[in-house]
């Protein structure tokens, strides 16, 4: 990994995300397969200039759909790693707010 931004691929913007940060102050980011949870803290650290307290890591598998007309898997979506970052108390991130 050369950069910050290298770790830190976008923000998973979902329901559920949305919800946690709100509710339990955590927020959801698509990351480097090769990533781990220092180097999560270090660029949300970074980049954001907050205090991170936790990180949790999920490598989400992939998923399969059908196709229709001859009912064969196919693997649609590839899997990713996800990482969940929680701040400390009181702390947002800019970019999970809503329109004010």
Do not use: C, H, W
């Amino acid at each position: 990994m050369n950069t910050v931004y290298d770790i830190l691929r976008r923000p998973l913007v979902t329901e559920k995300s949305s919800y946690q940060s709100g509710k339990a102050n955590q927020y959801s980011f698509i990351v480097a397969d090769s990533a781990t949870r220092t180097q999560v803290k270090d660029a949300v650290e970074t980049l954001y200039d907050v205090k991170v307290e936790r990180v949790n890591i999920i490598n989400t598998p992939a998923k399969r759909g059908r196709r229709l007309r001859s009912r064969r898997l196919l693997i649609r979506k590839s899997g990713f790693k996800k990482a969940i970052v929680t701040l400390a108390e009181g702390q947002t991130l800019p970019i999970f707010e809503g329109v004010q």
